[in-house]
């Protein structure tokens, strides 16, 4: 695989992150969007980072599309991944004040 895009991106970053946390192996292409558009072209006529190029060469973009891709395609960590949503979404909620925390405050 082939992600395109520098790290300066935080939507690049996304993906690296879940690319090195699924063990997956890709090469990396720190293009530009302003200095290398012609560059990222071929794989995305849009001209945006993150690209990532499967090894069949289709090119997936928006860095959303490309977590649920990696996520259905790695079951075994998506479970790790689903439970820290699950645990993000409720401190989320104990947070906003909607659910009270029966355990705060002994
Ligand atoms: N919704 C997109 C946002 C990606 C995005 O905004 N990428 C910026 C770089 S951080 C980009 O490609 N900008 C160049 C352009 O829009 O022409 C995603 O999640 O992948």
Redesign the pocket.
Known sequence: MILI?QYD????RRVAIALKLYGLAFEHRPWS?FGDADKIAPYNP?????TLVLDDGEAL????A?LDYLSNTNSRISKAFDFCVAAENILALLNSGLVVDSCAGG
């Open positions: 895009g991106s935080p939507f690049t969007t849009l001209r945006r980072v993150p973009i928006e860095s959303t490309i």
